[in-house]
């Protein structure tokens, strides 16, 4: 299988490019190599690719930046999708693309399912749910996932390890809720379910961390279960609202994602995020 990933650098698109590599060749050009916001060379690499996979795992991932600049936002997040999908489809070849609970405006009181209403409350959240909405009717795969995170890339709790050996007091917000996600096992789950027969069919699921938290637990999580803790200066940690940091964008409050799909469909379920997290932390 002739697989074209992009995205390679972030932190899903790091851990791809290592498990795709046992499917077959894997064609993934750097940021450097190809600025895929130039839609005109990204249509020439896949023409020269000839995939039978097509991986998109690049995005517009600024959500504050994204108000100052929507139309960037729109066409990495819309008009990239928009092009691969049509390419996948002319090729007859598989498209994997990406989106986020941010297509949620967070004011549920249940886990969200793939059929919810969406109610994008920020332009980043709206230029994502035009993703989705560009491959609605296609074959391509579309999976929702939320608050992804490595150590091996800036996210939640690499910020969070740092702030901890830097500050002595704390304040993360406990009205946020989510599922954690750990990039590993995304990535290795789509590594896995694209060789499923169910793929071609395509469709949007829901494929995120197993259960749900709050930023500010979440954080806590992640102090007591950093194998490096007596490096620590952190003495305490405070929970406040969201209004305390008051943001560009309107992040989505409650919005974890009901992933029940996907387990029935593929047979996948990630792992609970405090399993991961441990994994992922080596403790």
């Not at 650098?9 to 290592?18: A, M, N, R, Y």
């Not at 405070?238 to 943001?247: D, I, L, M, N, Q």
């Amino acid at each position: 299988m002739r697989t074209l990933l992009l995205g390679r650098q972030g932190q899903v698109g790091s851990e791809l490019l290592i498990r795709l590599a046992a499917h077959g060749e894997v064609t993934a050009p750097a940021r450097a190599v190809l600025d895929v916001s130039d839609l005109h060379a990204l249509r020439r690499a896949v023409v020269d690719a000839a995939p039978d996979l097509i991986v998109n795992a690049t995005a517009w991932n600024d959500v504050d930046g994204a108000e100052r600049d929507p139309k960037g936002a729109y066409r990495l997040n819309r008009d990239v999708p928009a092009l691969l999908g049509e390419e996948a489809a002319r090729r007859g070849a598989l498209f994997v693309h990406f989106s986020t609970d941010f297509v949620f405006d967070g004011k549920g009181d249940r886990p969200y399912r793939e059929e919810d209403r969406t109610n994008p409350s920020s332009i980043y959240g709206s230029s994502k749910r035009a993703g989705e909405e560009v491959l609605e009717g296609s074959s391509a795969l579309v999976f929702r996932t939320a608050w992804v995170w490595s150590l091996t890339r800036k996210s939640f709790v690499s910020t969070m390890l740092s702030l901890a050996r830097s500050k002595e007091e704390l304040s993360v917000v406990d009205d946020q809720v989510g599922n954690p996600t750990y990039a590993a096992d995304l990535a290795e789950a789509v590594a896995t379910l694209v060789t499923h027969e169910a793929a071609r069919a395509g469709g949007l699921f829901h494929l995120a961390g197993g259960g749900s938290v709050s930023r500010y637990e979440f954080a806590r999580a992640i102090f007591a279960l950093d194998p490096r803790k007596d490096e620590h200066v952190l003495r305490a940690v405070h929970p406040v609202k969201s209004e305390a940091f008051p943001t560009p964008a309107v992040r989505p409050k409650h919005a974890p994602l009901d992933c029940e799909k996907a387990a029935r469909v593929f047979g996948v379920r990630l792992r609970d995020w405090r399993e991961a997290l441990a994994a992922g932390l080596g403790a």
